[in-house]
């Protein structure tokens, strides 16, 4: 079956554009994830979807980050008024419900914000 | 806050050796810990995944101990070749019942043919 799919795979944009990065997780997971990694920081949490219930937003580093799951599915993070400090390899991951659970890895989104 | 670092930064071995990647947190509260490789340009993979009420996990030549107390956990790889070169990460959950990971620092495996 299909693994978690992101898209793009590379984006390049100046800084002050706004971008949008999709993620298609695996069919039936009901959790999703968004991760960040860069060069400074490793690799950072940014924000949970579990089902119908509130997004986990905690790991957001600022307002300008937001993430939508429509139809319990596709999952979009848009970045607005992106900053050079916002380049970096964006990852999404799904997994089935629990803590236990594996979580699957697409391939990443490179930002790059010149 | 719970903190993960990963010991060596880099690693470079000659195929066939036996080797030890070492992963260690500051909170011994957690529910388990993975080890993930990532190859370059790709996202990560899961490895194995230890419960907090294990101690060790194998799969294949790989095999993960997990010591709670002291907050360190191991991924043994045994007779390496030139494919198990990648980055290898560990992560724990970011704190309570959660999935959320908090990673560590990783180590870049060179497996020397």
């Known amino acids: 079956g299909a693994g978690v799919s992101q898209s793009p795979s590379n984006k390049v944009t100046e800084k002050g554009k706004d971008v949008e990065l999709r993620c298609d997780p695996i069919?039936?997971?009901?959790?999703l994830y968004w991760y960040r990694q860069s060069l400074g920081q490793g690799l950072e949490f940014l924000i949970y979807?579990?089902?119908?219930?509130?997004?986990?937003k905690s790991g957001l580093p600022s307002d300008r980050f937001s993430a939508e799951r429509t139809g319990g599915s596709v999952s979009t993070l848009t970045i607005q008024r992106t900053q050079q400090e916002d380049s970096a390899v964006y990852l999404c991951?799904?997994?089935?419900?629990?803590?236990?659970?594996?979580?699957?890895f697409g391939p990443g989104t490179r930002l790059l914000v010149l | 806050k719970q903190e993960v670092t990963q010991i060596p930064a880099a690693l470079s071995v000659p195929e066939g050796e036996n080797l030890v990647l070492n992963c260690s947190f500051t909170?011994?509260?957690?529910?388990?810990l993975q080890w993930f490789r990532q190859d370059p340009g790709k996202g990560l993979t899961s490895l194995l995944l230890?419960?907090?009420?294990?101690r060790e996990q194998t799969s294949g030549r790989l095999n993960a101990s997990l010591d709670k107390s002291s907050g360190r956990s191991t991924l043994y790889i045994a007779a390496s070749q030139p494919g198990d070169s990648a980055t290898y990460l560990c992560?724990?959950?970011?704190?309570?019942?959660?999935?959320?990971?908090?990673f560590g620092t990783g180590t870049l495996l060179a497996v020397q043919p």
């Open positions: 991951a799904s997994s089935l419900a629990g803590i236990q659970e594996t979580q699957y």
């Open positions: 069919s039936g997971h009901t959790a």
């Open positions: 979807f579990q089902g119908n219930s509130a997004p986990d």
């Open positions: 909170d011994s509260a957690i529910y388990n």
């Open positions: 230890i419960q907090s009420s294990q």
């Open positions: 992560a724990v959950p970011r704190g309570g019942a959660t999935n959320k990971l908090i």
